[in-house]
Structure formats: C-alpha cells, structure tokens
C-alpha cells in the first residue's frame, strides 16, 4: 500500500469509526476530545461513518461545530474505515478505536508512553490500537475491521511482527483482560522530544 496522502501535522489522530451508532457517538467523541486535550497534544478526531443507515451522520454535522478538531468521513464502506480513517489521518501517531467500545481511555497515557520508549504499535487488547504512522503505514491494509476489536489487532500485530516491527498487545487474551487499574494512575510519559516520531 502506498504511504498517506497527507502530512502528519498533528501529535495525535484519533480515527474513530462508526455505523448505526446515534445512541453513543456524540458522549463518545465528547469524552475521547476531553481527554486528548488534557493530554496536552495537538489532536484531531477523525469520525468515519460506515454508511449508518440512522441519525448518526447528521448528529456527526452537529459534533463537528460542537467539538472542536472534529472530523468526518461519511459514505465509507463497512469493514473500510480503519483504512481509510488511518490513510487520511494527519497525525504522527493513530488511535483506531471502534465507537462501540466504551474503553477507559487513561489507557492511552500508558499506550503513548510506549511508542515513546520505542515501540512502533501497542493493543490495548479488545480496546483500542495506537500505531506510530512512519513505521506502520505500509500494514494498513492490515486494517480491515469485522466488528470484532481484538480480531483486527491480532492481524495488525501479527503482520507487524512478521515484518519486524516492535509491537506488543497489553491485556493478553480477552477471557484474562488486563485490570483496568493497571491503568488508573498512569502519567505520560513527559513529549518534549517527541522522540517517537
């Protein structure tokens, strides 16, 4: 697959997708914009809608003048958003997360920490994916999602793996998920140096 059009410009894309989800996506995109922005991150939502057949692209109109750093991707076919969410983003860094999962997102302090240790991509299992875009936009067609979270992430990661790219899954298997309090207390790791880029 060929690189992403667009210049990373941006610490952080969060690509969010999306389909008949009318019922969550506005508290979902409200919360995951509060907490990126307490990160202190330069970030952008990247909502992409996966042809919903209900309100949620019209409630998507009214986020974008609602939330600040919000965009859309409509009309995109089911399975393909997380490719065309990641190809679009503008972020050196990429949270693929699935409207449906109401993860705590403290995680993704920890998750960040280890792309700034050196790791290229961290699952926080049956959750959500962060990928460093440099090292990783050549797997995006590892991205192709079946509603099923951690399904993607085995792929993407064991794709990765095979490539040699350092990436690691935190949670193992989804019947021993990783305790959520693991992850209460995390700081960020300080990114003055951006080091992860």
């Not at 750093?69 to 969410?85: E, L, N, T």
């Not at 449906?100 to 699952?123: N, Q, Y």
Request: proline fraction near 5%.
């Amino acid at each position: 697959m060929h690189a992403p059009q667009t210049t990373p410009d941006l610490d952080l894309t969060a690509v969010v997708i999306c389909r008949d989800d009318e019922e969550r996506i506005g508290h979902q995109v409200r919360r995951l914009a509060a907490h990126l922005g307490s990160l202190g991150l330069a970030s952008e939502i990247l909502v992409v809608d996966e042809l919903s057949g209900d309100n949620t692209l019209p409630l998507l109109g009214l986020l974008k003048r609602e939330v600040p750093g919000v965009r859309v991707m409509a009309g995109v076919q089911p399975g393909q958003g997380f490719i065309r969410g990641a190809a679009e983003a503008r972020g050196r860094a990429i949270l693929l997360i699935d409207a449906r999962t109401d993860a705590p997102l403290s995680a993704i302090g920890f998750a960040l920490g280890r792309l700034e240790r050196g790791w290229d991509a961290t699952a926080v299992h049956g959750r959500y994916l962060l990928l460093r875009r440099s090292r990783t936009f050549h797997l995006f067609d590892a991205l192709q999602h079946r509603r099923a979270p951690h399904d993607l992430e085995e792929r993407f990661l064991r794709k990765a793996r095979s490539l040699g790219l350092k990436v690691e899954s935190a949670g193992g298997r989804l019947h021993r998920p990783t305790p959520w309090h693991r992850f209460r207390d995390t700081v960020l790791v300080p990114l003055a140096s951006r080091a992860w880029w």
